[in-house]
């Protein structure tokens, strides 16, 4: 969860299959509407994410495969960088061979 101020908290839930929402909350925890002035750049697509509707309230919908930039009134609040990653791993017991071409 960020800190954004004193009332509006930036928080995240994650939907499944690689997809996550940025919701905000009041100093109770109780979800509400996004604030004025927020938008959510996609730093991959270059262009702002739409606003989604889910439990009744706005949220910003992410994936993994992309990295974002929150702001408020145009300054940079929040950075969220793609982390999740494939890598292809040999195990031991696994033998190959690489053949060149001619």
């Known amino acids: 969860m960020a800190k954004i101020d ?6 995240m839930g994650y939907r499944g299959q690689g997809v996550a929402w940025i919701y905000f909350v009041n100093r109770h925890d109780r979800t509400i509407q996004i ?3 927020f938008t959510l750049w996609d730093t991959v697509r270059n262009a702002n994410v739409r606003p989604r509707m889910i439990h009744g309230y706005d949220a ?3 994936n993994w495969t992309n990295s974002y930039t929150l702001f408020q009134n ?3 609040v929040l950075a ?3 982390q999740m990653q494939q890598t292809l ?3 031991d017991w696994f033998e190959y ?3 060149m071409g001619p």
Do not use: K, M, S
């Not at 004193?6 to 928080?11: G, I, K, S």
């Open 6 to 11: 004193y009332v509006d908290l930036a928080t």
């Open 35 to 37: 604030p004025n002035g």
């Open 60 to 62: 910003f919908f992410i």
């Open 74 to 76: 145009g300054v940079e």
């Open 80 to 82: 969220l960088r793609n």
């Open 89 to 91: 791993e040999g195990v």
């Open 97 to 99: 061979d690489v053949e």
